[in-house]
């Protein structure tokens, strides 16, 4: 599996126009590392690569911030990466991978529940080998000098050896929205 994770922060000098339409048409997705042609075998052997994007958005438009890539152990089924990936579980059943979206703290607010008191996890999409999917969350964080606001996008390639990794498309095949209004 491959997953990239975007992050996009801005503050209240850069929420409103004209600089929320410079966000809405940011890319959503990257091209990986060249580097993990190289070491794509890893794939096969049950390792995930994760691959994190940073972005800072001021007046003078968006700017990447870090972008690093690893590789990481799969974790067990049906439980999040807390430590490195919070918000997402999956689990492979009959082939296919079911993802589900789980609100965590560190997405700020508002807080995502199920309409009831629980926080969300609830079902995202079912991919099939080679599919794609990605999940869109906002959040909002309070600071001293008043608040960050963050748009994270986790993009999730289902493969498992390197012919998948060159048949990844641009356009997902499933998109999950958790997108607030953030005042």
């Known amino acids: 599996?491959?997953?990239?994770?975007?992050?996009?922060?801005?503050?209240?000098?850069?929420r409103g126009e004209?600089?929320?339409?410079?966000?809405?048409h940011h890319p959503n997705h990257f091209p990986l590392p060249s580097a993990i042609v190289q070491q794509s075998e890893k794939l096969a052997d049950g390792k995930l690569l994760w691959h994190r994007l940073s972005f800072g958005q001021t007046r003078q438009g968006i700017e990447l911030l870090q972008e690093q890539y690893e590789w990481l152990t799969m974790p067990?089924?049906?439980?999040?990466l807390?430590?490195?990936?919070?918000?997402?579980?999956?689990?492979e059943v009959a082939g296919k991978l079911?993802?589900?979206?789980c609100y965590?703290?560190?997405?700020?607010?508002?807080?995502r529940t199920n309409g009831q008191s629980d926080l969300l996890d609830e079902k995202a999409f079912e991919l099939l080998p080679l599919q794609y999917g990605q999940i869109v969350i906002n959040g909002r964080h309070t600071i001293e000098d008043g608040?960050?606001?963050?748009?994270?996008?986790?993009?999730?390639?289902?493969?498992?050896?390197?012919?998948g990794i060159r048949s990844l498309r641009s356009s997902p095949d499933y998109q999950y929205k958790q997108i607030a209004a953030l005042w």
């Open 1 to 14: 599996m491959i997953i990239q994770s975007i992050l996009i922060q801005w503050t209240k000098e850069t």
């Open 18 to 24: 004209p600089y929320a339409s410079v966000r809405s």
């Open 76 to 80: 067990e089924q049906g439980t999040a």
């Open 82 to 91: 807390e430590g490195e990936l919070p918000g997402i579980k999956w689990k």
């Open 98 to 101: 079911h993802v589900n979206a």
């Open 104 to 111: 965590h703290p560190s997405f700020g607010k508002p807080v």
């Open 147 to 163: 608040s960050i606001y963050e748009q994270r996008i986790t993009n999730l390639w289902y493969v498992t050896d390197y012919s």
